[in-house]
């Protein structure tokens, strides 16, 4: 049973703190909207780690945008519909492909530096499912970097804005169904109040539901615990993209090898060496990420091995090293060279596609609570995100959340609110060891290819594993845990109930896409439990 609140608070003695706007998170999503909303209000930012430690530091690939003069929003906004496998939101894919370019010109503005071409232009690349070169990317492969230095730099020189470093968001209080602050740990353990007129859960992602992630480790679904615990709506988390191409070698990481790399020539071989794309769709290399994830999984069974290898040797080496600095000198260190090798790589989780669900000016159903980036359901992305769209959203949606924010009254007087709980003992070892149970789960019954006796195995185990939350968490790799527990019982239910294939989410005992029966989505609240909705705004 998962409560409303996961520590043991009283209101009215902890220490308080005001704000207007409070947001937790510091990757693109959570410093861009710091930045836009500092220019009216006071804002408090809460970063679990430090500002350069978020998933957007490790975003290589680049950002969506329409800047050429061949290009088009409508080319862009099908692109986007046709990845999204039917579920995506109509109106929010018009709102990401028409805003964007203004937004992308405001990151620059904020000191961003894309590369340019030798004419002094912005360099284009292309990824899979774009039918065009409309991603701009930084220092070659390391765009995610370059975002987190331009906004953290701006972000430290507003007076307005406090930047709590090594603070970790626990829960946001609701009174009358409202969202009215958050409560805080700071780094030694203490407990506070932060109220604000509105929150802004910016949390990023959920890749350490998984063992093996291109995510941080700091991507432990906090947003979606904590949301699902404040009675918001959790949607279309069935849908987990996974990256087709995750470096894999004895010793090292799943280290992220860009799709930017298939975009500029990279090809697909099996371990005979045979490029086998061409067998499973038309585009090769450059199918949606499902598709290619599929294709290479299919490969590695075959031949009963662990990975596949992706060979750009036949490109020129100053493309190699110059287009890809930061690919090039990780694997390096590992003695691969991309020049020469060819790179073993095979797929991680990479990316979310459901989350929190908010509107189209980013509020969730919880009033003054809104969601941005990762962690949010926009309806941009549907079943399966097209590559660099998320960078866009972020600020897309991270500039629509500000400009709801601004008409929100003040916040009405904070009642008194205790909270606390009887509570089991905990063993010292207990949330390393779960953690690790959870995410070998996931790989191997919620992962790539499902089915519906490993769904019900790991449902069992994962609602079982939800009877943590009697224990009282202590660190954060507890409160963690915990959201965690949540975002995987949550995922795994609706991956269950969603008996068809559709973009993220494939079932081997229901293979095809079923547009007469699961057009819809799957939406979760603490509250109503599970809900089918039919999607009147989503296009093909």
């Known amino acids: ?43 408090v930012l809460i970063s679990k780690k430090g500002l350069d430690d978020s998933n957007t530091r490790w975003a290589q690939g680049g950002i969506a945008a329409v800047t050429a003069t ?47 071409d030798e004419h002094g232009q912005y360099a284009l690349t292309q990824e899979g499912a774009h039918s065009k070169r409309r991603i701009l990317h930084a220092n070659g492969d390391a765009t995610g970097a370059e975002i987190v230095r331009a906004l953290s730099a701006r972000v430290m020189e507003q007076p307005n804005i406090t930047v709590l470093e090594h ?10 169904d409202e969202c009215v602050g958050v409560i805080v740990r700071k780094p030694d353990g203490e407990i506070f109040f932060l109220e604000a007129d509105a929150t802004v859960l910016a949390t990023g992602g959920a890749g350490q539901l998984y063992r093996y992630t291109t995510n941080p480790e700091i991507a432990t679904a906090d947003g979606i ?65 499902d598709v290619v994830v599929r294709a290479i999984v299919a490969e590695m069974e075959k031949a009963n091995v662990s990975h596949v290898f992706l060979d750009i040797t036949h490109e020129s080496p100053d ?17 691969l060279d991309m020049v020469t090798d060819w790179i073993p790589v095979a797929p991680a989780c990479h990316y979310i596609m459901g989350g929190v669900e908010t509107d189209l000016h980013g509020e969730t159903s919880t009033r003054r609570l809104f969601a941005c980036g990762e962690a949010s359901c926009t309806g941009v992305h549907g079943a399966n995100r097209l590559a660099s769209n998320s960078l866009s959203e972020a600020v897309v949606f991270g500039h629509r959340i500000v400009r709801r924010i601004k008409e929100l009254p003040p916040l009405p007087q904070v009642r008194p609110l205790r909270v606390a709980f009887e509570r089991s003992g905990r063993r010292a070892s207990q949330t390393k060891e779960q953690r690790i149970k959870l995410q070998k789960l996931m790989l191997r019954y ?6 519906e006796k490993g769904l019900l195995k790991a449902l069992e185990e994962l609602e079982r594993m939800a009877q943590l939350y009697e224990d009282e968490p202590v660190e954060r790799e507890d409160f963690e845990l ?59």
């Open 482 to 540: 915990l959201n965690l527990v949540s975002a995987a019982v949550l995922t795994t239910r609706a991956a269950l109930l969603r008996e068809e294939s559709r973009g993220g989410h494939y079932r081997n005992d229901f293979p095809d896409k079923d547009d007469l029966i699961w057009r819809k989505h799957l939406v979760q609240s603490i509250r109503a439990g599970v809900q089918e909705e039919s999607g009147n705004n989503d296009v093909e």
């Open 1 to 43: 049973m998962i409560p409303r609140y996961i520590v043991d608070f009283d209101l009215h003695a902890l220490p308080r703190m005001k704000t207007k706007v409070a947001i937790v998170g510091a990757g693109i999503a959570g410093l861009y909207t710091a930045l836009q909303a500092s220019e009216y209000a006071d804002v």
């Open 446 to 451: 919620v992962s790539v290819k499902r089915e």
């Open 70 to 116: 061949s290009d088009s929003p409508a080319l862009h906004r099908q692109d986007t519909l046709i990845a999204g496998a039917g579920l995506c939101s109509y109106d929010a894919v018009e709102v990401l492909v028409n805003e964007g370019p203004d937004r992308l010109k405001e990151l620059i503005a904020y000191g961003t530096e894309f590369d340019r």
């Open 319 to 335: 493309l190699i090293r110059h287009r890809f600095p930061t690919i090039y000198q990780f694997c390096l260190q590992y003695g």
């Open 167 to 176: 603070h970790f968001a626990i829960d946001v209080v609701t009174q009358d």
């Open 225 to 289: 615990g904590i949301a699902y615990r404040a009675g918001a709506r959790i949607k279309d988390v069935e849908f987990i993209q996974f990256h087709p191409t995750a470096l894999y070698y004895p010793g090292a990481p799943r280290f992220l090898i860009s799709e930017a790399v298939r975009g500029e020539g990279a090809v697909l071989r099996n371990t005979n060496g045979e490029r086998f794309m061409d067998k499973y769709h038309p585009q090769k290399e450059l199918a949606p990420r």
